[in-house]
């Protein structure tokens, strides 16, 4: 389903490039202010801020190619492992780059599509909930994903479009995907089995199937929902679903899924209310939206992890990402 083409320069950077250090500072004396009562109150949905993941924290499912889910320690992040992301915020999106997390070159460049997507798909990784909140730890997060999909099922690139990870930070995934959003467009990425034309994925890190998402990781999943609400005019209550909604997965949890409601609610009354910020008058006007697909009946997921020449098709059309649970 997935075509490529386009430029992706901004993808290529990786390697040495420096990474630049961000004001936490800033971000955190702009959230009283922006997001103020209503920050607080989305932070009850998840799990308690801290360095400890709750006592039953679900480990990490087997993986058909003996990758364990387990992101690997990098010496090379050790610069970053007391550094925390600051809290995200709709009304002052700053994501991490594919440059900052040191991303390899696509094989190809995303194809770009002139139009929006009707739906943010929100996903789980079903890795470890690991207890390193730290952006040392995020970076290679984005990396192991992304060597995994390219390397091992011999993808074009990171298939999701943005990841998040339980310290909170948003980090660019698929190519080309930061400046498509701002350009009221889609970048066409891996996310949701034959219907990656008209979706947008948010991989969130961690299993949720027993247990809930800490606090940072759901603040930042709400604010990313209510920038991309903005970007593309869309309605919460009708635009958030589950990668279940879509195919036969436990994606994204039991637990983060029954959560989704509450998720709608909270962008919603972000958008409403009295903090919230206007559209940018630069944005591109009448982007349109991709045409209505009507939202699949969940399936049984009776094999919650597959085998691949059920599920695989190759890089244009897939299930998910490393059990094949997402």
């Not at 961000?22 to 109150?41: D, H, K």
């Not at 027993?210 to 309605?235: F, H, I, N, Q």
């Not at 589950?242 to 997965?249: A, L, P, Q, S, V």
Request: charged share 25%; net charge neutral.
């Amino acid at each position: 389903m997935i075509a490529h083409s386009g430029d992706g320069a901004a993808g290529r950077e990786r390697g040495g490039t420096a990474v630049t250090r961000r004001s936490a500072v800033t971000r955190r004396s702009m959230i009283g202010g922006v997001v103020g009562a209503g920050l607080l109150e989305v932070l009850a949905f998840g799990a308690p801020f801290g360095d400890r993941a709750m006592a039953d924290d679900a480990a990490a499912g087997p993986d058909l190619d003996g990758v364990t889910g387990t992101v690997p320690p990098d010496a090379a992040a050790g610069r970053l492992l007391d550094r925390r992301a600051p809290l995200f915020t709709a009304d002052a999106p700053d994501i991490y780059t594919r440059a900052e997390w040191s991303a390899r070159p696509p094989k190809r460049p995303a194809k770009v599509l002139d139009r929006a997507p009707d739906h943010i798909v929100v996903h789980h990784t079903d890795t470890g909930n690991s207890t390193d909140l730290s952006l040392g730890h995020a970076f290679s997060l984005s990396r192991y994903i992304q060597n995994f999909h390219m390397d091992k099922r011999g993808w074009d690139d990171s298939g999701q479009h943005l990841t998040i990870s339980r310290g909170g930070a948003v980090m660019e995934g698929r190519n080309r995907t930061l400046a498509s959003v701002r350009a009221g467009d889609l970048a066409v990425g891996a996310q949701v089995l034959h219907n990656n034309e008209h979706t947008l994925g948010i991989e969130n890190e961690g299993n949720y199937m027993k247990t809930a998402p800490p606090g940072r990781l759901w603040a930042s999943l709400m604010e990313v929902c209510v920038w991309l609400c903005r970007e593309y005019d869309l309605d919460p209550g009708e635009a958030i679903v589950g990668h279940r909604d879509y195919n036969e997965t436990s994606c994204p949890g039991d637990v983060l899924y029954s959560r989704l409601p509450a998720l709608r609610r909270a962008v919603a009354d972000r958008l409403e209310g009295p903090a919230a910020a206007p559209k940018p008058k630069s944005k591109p006007k009448g982007k349109p939206k991709a045409p209505p697909k009507p939202k699949p009946k969940p399936k049984p997921h009776y094999d919650d992890y597959g085998n691949p020449s059920q599920y695989y098709q190759g890089d244009d059309d897939w299930p998910g990402l490393l059990n094949l649970n997402w």
